[in-house]
């Protein structure tokens, strides 16, 4: 009886340690996670299709200020291939401000396609996906004392979102870690990379952002995340995304399957808000609306100048006119009052 209830124990411990395996697609897919991780079936998942017509501009959302990001130390970061995505440990000599409590880093990791389709981000914004997506997780650390005690709490973890396109030009931050990935194609292999500016990732400008109560986007799903997803994107070039595409596996051996598509659908908003820092982004007309709005500006100004033609003739007559027009307008005026 004892040892069945050992061997129970043992089972349940390793059950707990390892998880559930999970995957993007097949059997143990996207679909199945809330079977064996039932938070990521609740009602506060992420990501999501930011709708930018639907936000809420919040004029005291205060600057995201990025703290040590470009004094990256001294210390060579562990680069790391999970099997579900590659993975660099960060210092907490990186830290946020900007938000409700002080968050220091903890890694940074991507999300990206497949060569030849389109999407590999997580977040949308109006239905638009981007090649990839960077994510740079922070804990709350005045109230926790690591990242796994903080990522089951409400707001106890701090990511940032980048969306990443494709752009002309080799990026040569992101070069920092993509130069090292064909040392870690395999599952569970890890290497260490020469510290660098890990601000050189972000995009250049991250006054416009997105901020919305979510979870993280792989099981277990839990809800504590404070999200913040720049609406400046972060640029790569062709190259370094088939990189990224093509040198890693998800597993350990032969047969190997690349890791490609990690990337997890957009999840429902249901009844959250999400909040911008800034008040308009993207196209806010259609070409129609725009049509309409710039025949009504020209017909406006015709209007102005017609009157304003008319007003200048009448008091160019009053001008030549005698003065005892001018007297006689004036009598009738009071005598009407
Ligand atoms: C997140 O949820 C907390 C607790 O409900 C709330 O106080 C806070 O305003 C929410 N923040 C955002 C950005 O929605």
Not at 14 to 41: F, I, K, M, V
Not at 130 to 153: F, N
Not at 203 to 213: A, I, T, V
């Amino acid at each position: 009886m004892l040892f069945f209830a050992l061997l129970l124990e043992v089972t349940w411990i390793l059950a707990a340690d390892e998880g559930h395996h999970w995957t993007y697609e097949g059997p143990h897919g996207q679909d199945h996670w809330p079977a064996s991780y039932p938070e990521c079936g609740s009602d506060a998942q992420s990501p999501i299709d930011i709708q930018t017509d639907s936000v809420t501009f919040d004029p005291e959302l205060p600057a995201l200020q990025p703290h040590g990001y470009d004094q990256p130390g001294t210390e060579p970061l562990d680069l790391h291939n999970n099997g579900h995505t590659v993975q660099l440990s960060l210092p907490p000599t990186l830290y946020l401000g900007g938000l409700p409590r002080k968050y220091v880093a903890a890694q940074l990791h991507l999300h990206w396609g497949q060569k030849g389709s389109p999407g590999g981000s997580e977040h949308q914004i109006n239905n638009e996906a981007t090649a990839a997506e960077l994510h740079i997780v922070h804990y709350d650390s005045d109230s926790y004392g690591s990242l796994s005690e903080a990522a089951q709490r409400p707001q106890g973890l701090a990511v940032l979102g980048i969306l990443i396109e494709v752009g002309d030009t080799e990026n040569p931050a992101y070069e920092h870690i993509l130069s090292h990935l064909h040392e870690i194609s395999h599952k569970d292999q890890k290497t260490s990379v020469p510290p660098f500016s890990v601000r050189e990732l972000l995009p250049s400008e991250l006054e416009q952002f997105f901020r919305y109560n979510g979870s993280l986007t792989t099981p277990p799903c839990y809800q504590s995340v404070l999200w913040t997803v720049f609406n400046r994107r972060a640029q790569i070039s062709v190259g370094q995304l088939e990189r990224l595409q093509q040198t890693l596996f998800s597993t350990e051996e032969e047969p190997s399957e690349a890791l490609v598509q990690n990337y997890r659908a957009p999840q429902p908003l249901n009844q959250r808000a999400v909040f911008a820092s800034f008040i308009q982004v993207g196209p806010v007309y259609t070409t129609g609306e725009m049509l309409s709005l710039a025949v009504g500006i020209v017909l406006g100004c015709l209007c102005l100048l017609v009157a304003a033609y008319f007003i200048a003739k009448r008091i160019r007559k009053k001008r030549l006119g005698n003065g005892k027009s001018v007297v006689f307008t004036s009598v009738r005026a009071t005598t009407e009052a």
